[in-house]
């Protein structure tokens, strides 16, 4: 039961253009949302979050949206940059759980094209 | 230096055997987890400690044992290695106490292999 899906394994963008990396959720108890960054050989690190009283959260060139009533959530990166590629996780964290269960995303290759 | 370190960062091992796998911050973080990657599955949640006398199983935890040695410290054991426990294990830190204590810090990983 994938409670956080990542529909796409895989999306490629020219550099300057805009990134949008998609996620979709089931569970109605996700109260707060983050996506990490994974280079290879490294583990993932922290990007962005949003909690669900908001519906975006701006961070330099991250936004990420938050649509509650689709359960859905979405990283835009503009300008996205060749640095950028890289595998994005978004995750999720359970209300009264306080982030110390997170649920994850099968991943997004992002590939950006100089 | 790392803060959230791993160790060894490649394993090789053969089915039956017994492994460990060790986890160590410099984050005074009082919370560690180990999740395991496979492909197309992302993250899951094999244990996670609040403190050294706290532990919890997560949504995989069947085949895995964990100690918590130290605050520092959070160890991962296959008391009997089978093929499909080969994945990347990842450990985990966060701080309880901070605003932001939604956010994990991770490790660079350990691959291993168990043929």
């Known amino acids: 039961d994938q409670q956080v899906k990542q529909n796409s394994p895989s999306l490629s963008v020219q550099e300057g253009r805009i990134s949008i990396l998609n996620c979709d959720y089931t569970n109605s108890m996700f109260d707060y949302f983050l996506w990490y960054k994974k280079y290879p050989a490294e583990g993932p690190t922290f990007l962005i979050s949003?909690?669900?009283?908001?519906d975006k959260n701006e961070d330099g060139r991250f936004t990420v949206f938050l649509n509650k009533s689709a359960k859905h959530l979405s990283l835009h990166i503009v300008p996205s940059q060749p640095g950028d590629s890289a595998v994005y996780f978004c995750?999720?964290?359970?209300?009264?759980?306080?982030?110390?269960?997170?649920?994850f995303g099968e991943g997004t290759q992002l590939t950006v094209n100089p | 230096d790392a803060d959230v370190t791993q160790t060894p960062r490649n394993r090789i091992t053969k089915t039956g055997k017994r492994i460990m796998l060790e986890c160590s911050q410099t984050?005074?973080?009082?919370?560690m987890y180990w999740y395991r990657q496979d492909p197309g599955l992302g993250l899951r949640l094999i244990y996670y400690?609040?403190?050294?006398?706290?532990?919890n199983k997560g949504e995989i935890s069947d085949g895995y044992s964990v100690s918590r040695q130290a605050q520092a410290k959070f160890s991962l054991s296959l008391e009997s290695a089978i093929p499909n426990q080969t994945a990347l294990y990842f450990c985990a830190t966060s701080d309880s106490t901070a605003s932001s204590s939604y956010e994990q810090y991770f490790g660079p990983g350990t691959r291993l292999t168990v043929t």
């Open positions: 984050k005074g973080h009082d919370r």
């Open positions: 995750a999720a964290s359970a209300l009264g759980t306080s982030g110390s269960r997170l649920t």
């Open positions: 949003i909690s669900s009283i908001k």
């Open positions: 400690s609040f403190d050294v006398k706290d532990i």
